[in-house]
């Protein structure tokens, strides 16, 4: 896999909330022209894109904030069970830690920290614009 692509609103919000998970920023530019209207299937695009990295280096998120045409809306607090991409898992060392980092962005738990058998701590969160990551802090 190379990326994963969420459109997004609030492009700096929802990137300084995954810089804060431990993702690094690879770079942000414009992208507009024909190109890209073929590629995606809209006319007169134009949007910011935010592309962050994990930290192994093995997989990166790309964060979109379209200007032209605008973004159609989705229900930003739909349930988990909701049909499509709903959550993105990261692996971290303290899940506690991680947590607290997050809800100083707005991140607020889904349910709860939860312990799967003696393996793992486990959470989904609800961050900017209804996104939900989930947390998984693999035990010793």
Not at 106 to 114: D, M, Q, R
Not at 119 to 127: A, P, S
Request: glycine share 10%; proline share 4%.
């Amino acid at each position: 896999m190379d990326n994963v692509g969420i459109v997004v609103d609030d492009l700096a919000a929802v990137t300084a909330f995954f810089v804060e998970l431990g993702l690094e920023m690879e770079g942000e530019m414009t992208v507009e022209g024909r190109w890209v209207d073929r590629i995606v299937g809209l006319d007169g695009v134009r949007n910011d894109i935010a592309m962050l990295r994990t930290p192994d280096g093995h997989s990166r998120l790309e964060l979109i904030k379209f200007h032209t045409p605008p973004a159609t809306t989705a229900e930003p607090s739909a349930p988990v069970n909701t049909l499509g991409i709903r959550r993105i898992m990261f692996a971290v060392d303290d899940i506690e830690d991680v947590l607290g980092r997050l809800q100083a962005h707005g991140a607020k738990l889904v349910g709860e920290v939860v312990q799967y058998e003696d393996k793992y701590l486990l959470c989904y969160v609800r961050g900017p614009e209804g996104i939900i990551v989930a947390l998984a802090e693999q035990l010793s």
